[in-house]
């Protein structure tokens, strides 16, 4: 990946990154179909990286501490069952006000501040992922389309 790419994960807002892929969007020859779901994924993604970046909570799927938002980790919370599961792990953390589900140790993880679950929720509810019951199950279509999406956004970066 390019370095470039390293350096806006590692510091950029999550509006410069999604401008970023914006623009490299423009310039491929992608089917507007995936332009039209890249951009809200990748903004639905970031809306809850990049407030634990700048906390220093970062963490991987399997709940291990991140020390840095690449482009590597943000493919892989692009993930549909590991995007549901940060959504659940974010609004449990939000309830009990200390980052939970993950392998942080406690002291760092008593830091966490409540991060906004809005985009992501609305993204998430788009594609029927039941935000009430983290056990239900989403219709498979809907993890196969963004598998694509992901895909997509793995060529731009």
């Given amino acids: 990946m390019k ?3 390293y350096d806006l994960f590692k510091n ?21 179909f995936w332009t039209d779901k890249v951009l809200p994924f990748s903004r639905a993604i970031l809306s809850v990286l ?24 943000f493919m892989r919370w692009s993930d549909f069952v590991s995007l549901k599961t940060l959504a659940f792990t974010i609004q449990i953390s939000n309830d009990a006000g200390a980052l939970k589900r993950t392998k942080i140790e406690d002291t760092k993880a008593q830091s966490y501040q409540a991060i ?21 199950d989403f219709p498979i279509s809907h993890y196969n389309l963004h598998q ?3 895909n997509v956004i793995k060529s731009l970066l």
Wanted: hydrophobic fraction near 35%.
């Fill in 3 to 5: 370095q470039e790419s």
């Fill in 116 to 136: 906004d679950l809005q985009i992501l929720g609305d993204y998430l509810s788009r594609y029927t992922v039941n935000l009430e019951d983290e056990s239900l």
């Fill in 50 to 73: 990049v407030p634990l970046r700048d906390n220093k909570l970062l963490f991987i799927p399997e709940g291990n501490y991140a020390e840095e938002l690449t482009p590597e980790l």
């Fill in 148 to 150: 694509g999406v992901s």
């Fill in 12 to 32: 950029a807002s999550v509006e410069e990154i999604v401008e970023v892929l914006d623009k490299e969007l423009q310039t491929r020859n992608e089917s507007p």
